[in-house]
């Protein structure tokens, strides 16, 4: 689960606009394929790439701390050794030895799972993208807090559902919001097919699922009858070192979990997978047939020889540390340098503040007028899908050193505290409209 | 493109079975997901793969003349010197080096294409699925060769497109038959989305498009508006050396290609690509983005260093010798134990024959009998949507040895004189009824 860094091709940009006003397709294309367009996130990386701007944007891994020269050994020797397994096609279901192995990741969460459950796929997106195929039939409604996932969102349109945002506050989905979301959806006759949650270091929100609150919420799908699907690739990245215990530990039946290798080892490898019970998990393996044949072989089996040959929980408490220094450096650059009216998260993990501006700044509109003052983040109104979050704005510190976060940061207050004297100056702006429910952020809540 | 070898699961079967029927989340699934059951060539596998089995069933390359240790070098090599990029998400599109490649790939077959107009793929599976899914609407019919590859069957069904098959002679899809099926189309108010076509070395049938009809199918094909898929992953392996001219380099604008590097270099790296006009490229590389994000970025990379640092066409010219040797050796056992009454097809490169039986024997209904003489094939019935295919069978001669081939066509011989000894004692077993239009397979047209 990550938005990633798409290759710059700017200059292509309005060749590509031009051309779709003149797609000579446009009338053969599937319904899904019509309101298709690029995320707000994908057209940003063209510019924030550039190296002078410091990037807050992006939610790539920090890689520096791999052990490349004995991973390398390992990779050689398994490309000389076992190639003619790596090199060739595989199950849709996934490695068997990876599989097992997967369940004693997962068991550091508290989950019980059996090897059969769990089918790998090519990252954790595929997974979300084959739940969603399985799942959803246009205008069937996908619960998910507000904001969430971009990825997932993108997914979600894909096949037509529609998304309603369930609030969330300092501890995580709030429960009495999920029991009016579910009202109300009820109401318009209109069919739930599941929550989509990002319990533990939320990406965009920086917030982790209060304990207490999680038999609760589970407890309100299940009277429900909705299923609950847990996006968990942060799980093992907080800061104090000890994991939260899944959603899936606390309802076998009634979760699917999604998992990634993309955050604690390596994301180019693409090798994710989705533990779900056993009649789902039969329709992920057909599913992911038509999709791809099979995930990668030699990635598969990297892995796996990663995991029996390297301390990959030592490295895992590496990240850690790595990702607690950039997230100090933020929010000590935070204190000192934002402009008063500013409110931000304070992750325990995972990779991501989400900072709220004060009223009359528009964080899309601004976007432009920051990366002329070389610093990238992105607007929150890509993590909604109904025109929220023009107030806020996710910041990453998983990518750039500390120096370069207290640097960006401080372009960033600089951009700010322009942006609010122009709106002191020249009125606030008019906000835009906002379709669809109102769905409070973290810090508006 | 390729049937894969899923791992041997069979106890696993009868559960899955049960589960099915007990499935508690039924009432939820999706429409596409409601008649999802697994192929005719997946069940196979799990018997096919038992050592003793002579499988002429699956379509794994052979991999053992691949220069593992120097590959092997090459990929340590990336790891330790590139790791940080190797193991770092991509782009959606693809890695720029790797997709100019490419097009020097494709230039063989007389292509001439931008590098921005490819997009790589997990695979060309991955490719097929995300056409179909840009294009297809439930209902929308896809027209295909009678038979025609299981994967894009399965790809065409997970989205509710209807396929019609046109039928093929010795020298590939009828022009004639083509237009007919277009007319039926049209009459019955449905609407063609696409036709998809195996022009080289076809799978299953072994039978390659004649140079002279090209132009016409593709007529044809713009005359009624209908855009042509091309699915070329045998192209390169034809066994006299010299590759067809692509129906793409024919008509640039109507022909979206299927690529692959499966069977010219290795399936488990799953590395494909799509060839498309540039507003159709545009909606890939979004739909990329749902579906994995990216594809492996390790993996395009390894591709693209075995394509610089190897001699890979020659390569291919060692694939091609090793094919042909084993099409050989199943020619002459055909040619020497056949009963009298059955077809094949001579394929001039690719991997498969397709077998046709005497009028009477039922090829799915004989298959355990063939399995308890140890060899196996696919039923030609997987190969078709509208149940036609019972008397033929798809052959493949590309992963077991010349000695192997011989005794399993031997075997297979056995099976069938005994078969038809009983249609000679017992009468013909009654046809089962066959829904849709009967497309003729290329040796009973």
């Known amino acids: 689960m990550s938005d990633q860094g798409s290759q710059p091709d700017q200059p292509e940009q309005s060749l590509d606009k031009a051309a779709r006003n003149l797609d000579a397709y446009r009338a053969r294309y599937a319904e899904r394929t019509a309101g298709m367009t690029a995320s707000e996130i994908r057209a940003l990386f063209a510019v924030a790439s550039r190296p002078e701007v410091v990037s807050l944007a992006g939610g790539m891994p920090n890689l520096a701390a791999l052990p490349l020269d004995s991973l390398a050994t390992e990779v050689a020797r398994l490309v000389s050794e076992d190639g003619q397994v790596a090199l060739q096609y595989g199950s849709a279901h996934g490695v068997p030895e990876l599989r097992e192995q997967i369940c004693e990741v997962m068991a550091l969460e508290g989950i019980s799972a059996h090897p059969d459950d769990v089918v790998v796929t090519a990252g954790s997106q595929m997974g979300l993208d084959m739940v969603t195929r399985i799942f959803c039939d246009p205008g069937d409604v996908i619960l998910a807090e507000g904001p969430s996932y971009v990825g997932a969102l993108g997914s979600f349109g894909a096949y037509q559902a529609e998304v309603v945002h369930v609030a969330m506050d300092d501890d995580g989905l709030q429960p009495e919001a999920l029991r009016q979301a579910i009202d109300e959806v009820g109401k318009q006759g209109k069919r739930i097919k599941f929550l989509y949650t990002i319990p533990n270091f939320h990406n965009p929100g920086g917030i982790t699922l209060a304990v207490n609150r999680r038999a609760e919420i589970l407890e309100i799908c299940r009277q429900a009858d909705i299923l609950v699907v847990e996006d968990n690739p942060y799980g093992l990245l907080g800061f104090d070192g000890k994991p939260y215990p899944a959603l899936r530990s606390m309802d076998p039946d009634n979760v699917v979990y999604l998992g990634s290798f993309s955050k604690t080892f390596a994301s180019g490898l693409r090798v994710g997978w989705v533990l779900a019970p056993l009649a789902i998990r039969e329709k992920l393996v057909l599913t992911a047939e038509s999709a791809t044949l099979c995930p990668p072989t030699l990635n598969q089996m990297i892995v796996s020889r990663y995991l029996s040959t390297h301390d990959w929980q030592g490295q895992i408490k590496i990240f850690q540390e790595q990702y607690r220094e950039r997230r100090d450096a933020m929010m000590a650059a935070l204190e000192q340098y934002m402009p008063a009216g500013c409110t931000w998260t304070k992750p325990e993990g995972g990779f991501f503040v989400w900072l709220t501006v004060p009223e009359g700044v528009d964080t899309k509109a601004m976007l432009p007028r920051a990366v002329t003052q070389r610093v990238a983040y992105v607007s929150g109104t890509g993590f909604y899908r109904d025109g929220f979050g023009s107030r806020q704005m996710r910041l ?42 109102q769905a409070p952020s973290p810090d508006t809540a």
Not at 407 to 429: H, Q
């Open 396 to 437: 990453s510190y998983c990518y750039p050193t500390p120096e370069r976060i207290r640097e960006g940061v401080r372009r960033l207050a600089n951009t700010l505290s322009e942006e609010m004297e122009l709106v002191r100056t020249f009125g606030t702006v008019p906000p835009r409209s906002v379709p669809g429910p």
